[in-house]
């Protein structure tokens, strides 16, 4: 028997650029990004655009192609942007993914070719998955529009669509050819989801940023207030942060057990599959960090003043720290409506040993391989108690 | 405007065995390569034979449930092997796939759970995309059991399926777990399979490895008298200068326009569109060998010598050096039935510039970016007079 040990090794380059105004014809971006090849022939380059973005942007279409236009030497539109409807629903079935493969062949979009997907997360996973399955991967801009898009989910290396009722049950890891974050877009977005995107930075500052972290907190009443220069700064810092994990945690497509990112994640994830979506991502990563960091509470491994911290600030944003869902079922941990199950649906997905993040501090963050059914009840019934304080407050 | 520059470098690590034998109990190979990652529970193994495996090796159904009997303390094998149908048929529809994505979702099979593939380059496509999309990638363990997928497909990174009639149109670079090639397969194959998996190592010998050429001219005749030692030698020594071009050629994943390893296969891909895959890969590719080196010889880049050589080694192995689907509408280079329609689809699947590989002498490749159809059309007619007068001998 012989053995032959293969080695390889692949280095990916992108660009996370911060822009106002990414369609404008003296914005050169987006023509630098296609240029940035040295190849000379125009390239073709293919849109989808999340109705969201459409309804409150209705000029968007035309501004891409007046921008194609303009830069005609370097872009050849080949088709008027698709407009599919945004939010988790892209996710839930095939056609929109089939639609997009139809237009790669009807419009014979090749490897150097681009698909630029203008959304928010969830259109961003889809375009991103048909993209990166067709010839085995066509070039992906991410125009990442919602706060959560453009400070976490859009930076990374994921894509994918849901199947079987499960997030992202079909998907790959792969890279974005650029990701263009035009904070305009951050502007006409409900209040929902200007504040749900600050999840993932509480998040990613309590694992890693504790100054980051002191920063959310004290602007937590301009970020209420739509400070656009606030919320610049956090989406900016938020994706750097995600960003530098990516590329210096030595697993970027996530070929071990551990998930550092995931933090408040496994109830997130369950909590919106429960709600059919109502509860939306940032919502739902709101009330996952306020259950683990309870939980850590609970047991002893936090202290109560950071633990104050920590559901101050989400309660600071106006953001959710409690649903109803998170109750049903909580007895019986095997019941599939039961937020427990997603332990498990947590772990399946990754694979391997579970790997829950918990603090012991503001930016200490540390791994347990096991969670207390009864603990995790126990923290329920406290955000619940707590939630039905500050409501009637 | 500010620009973050993000650098992502992953590594892969995956075994490429070769081995007599797999399944019996006392082959250790497949046991070690699912405890070699360190963890303890007994992984989850779901496994796909190819047709043509299970008719030649009616036991290997079994052999695989009492290897994974035997070893129950790593493997658990989740349901008894699905048997698919084998051959390119397998690609052309998304059924199969969806049928591996059940399975997936049925047996709960996670990231670190295994899908073993055993079969010929098809199955192994269509399974490596299932596996590489199911979670964003299951552990995949390919068993090739043909020449094809032995010394070439199945050591890769690719995968695929067929969709608009062409070829891998969807699919993903993507490295499996593990490469376990049992030689004991070989022996069964029927002639046309035996000696066409040989092409690939005639390709790869001219490109990189003379003296590995000189061994294959040397034992034309041993191989079609089947001898087992030397086509072991055939394919290990194939398989490992694959291994070494995809370490080392800079892009493994193929993001630029060269595609070094493709010799030959722009005519090889279109003509088994062509034949419906009635002409196989192998048999495909021995004559686009032949075209390419025909072509290199009649611009004046190769001597008549080394054209001979090439073209007797094809001929000696009972290969083709011609089909008559060369010949049909090669006046019209547009039309979709014109070999020289291939030229295109070739540039367009990979995308940016037209890259084809040519020789100008044995070892010696060099490329060009465009290529001559009357001087193609001369090398068809050249072949389609050679192969008469073989035939006629």
């Given at each position: 028997m012989t053995i032959l040990q293969q080695h390889v090794e692949v280095r990916f380059t992108y660009p996370v650029a911060f822009t106002h105004?990414?369609?404008?014809?003296?914005?050169t971006l987006l023509r630098n990004v296609v240029t940035d090849d040295q190849s000379h022939a125009a390239k073709k380059i293919y849109c989808v655009i999340d109705a969201g973005v459409a309804e409150h942007h209705p000029d968007v279409s035309n501004a891409i192609a007046r921008y194609c236009a303009t830069y005609s030497e370097h872009l050849q539109?080949?088709?008027?942007p698709l407009v599919v409807p945004g939010g988790e629903a892209i996710k839930n079935n095939a056609a929109p993914l089939h639609t997009l493969h139809e237009a790669v062949n009807t419009y014979g979009l090749d490897r150097h070719a681009y698909i630029m997907a203008v959304g928010g997360g969830a259109v961003l996973d889809m375009v991103g998955y048909a993209a990166a399955t067709a010839h085995r991967g066509i070039r992906l801009i991410r125009v990442p529009t919602t706060v959560l898009a453009q400070d976490d989910s859009g930076v990374g290396v994921k894509n994918g669509i849901n199947q079987f009722g499960k997030k992202n049950f079909l998907g790959t890891f792969a890279t974005p050819y650029a990701v263009l974050n035009d904070f305009?877009?951050?502007?006409?977005?409900?209040d929902r989801d200007w504040l749900g995107g600050v999840s993932e930075a509480i998040k990613v500052a309590l694992l890693k940023d504790p100054v980051f972290f002191a920063y959310i907190e004290t602007h937590a009443a301009a970020l209420v207030q739509r400070d656009l220069s606030v919320m610049e700064h956090v989406v900016y810092r938020c994706a750097q942060l995600h960003l530098d994990h990516i590329a210096n945690s030595g697993d970027p497509f996530e070929m071990?057990?551990?998930?550092?990112?995931?933090?408040?994640h496994w109830a997130a994830h369950k909590l919106e599959q429960l709600t059919d979506y109502a509860v939306r991502h940032g919502e739902a990563v709101a009330i996952g960090i306020a259950l683990d960091t309870t939980y850590a509470y609970q047991k002893g491994f936090l202290s109560e003043a950071d633990w104050e911290r920590v559901i101050g600030s989400i309660e600071a944003l106006h953001l959710?720290?409690?649903?109803p869902a998170l109750s049903s079922?909580?007895?019986?941990?095997?019941?599939?409506?039961?937020?427990?199950a997603g332990l498990r649906e947590f772990r399946e997905h990754l694979g391997g040993q579970l790997t829950i993040m918990l603090l012991r501090g503001i930016g200490e963050p540390f791994e347990v391989h096991e969670m207390d059914g009864a603990c995790i009840r126990d923290s329920i019934t406290a955000l619940e108690a707590r939630s039905r304080a500050t409501v009637s407050v």
């Open positions: 105004g990414l369609f404008d014809s003296d914005n539109l080949v088709a008027p305009t877009f951050l502007t006409t977005l409900e071990g057990s551990s998930r550092p990112l995931d933090f408040g959710p720290i409690y649903h079922h909580i007895d019986s941990a095997d019941h599939p409506h039961s937020i427990l």
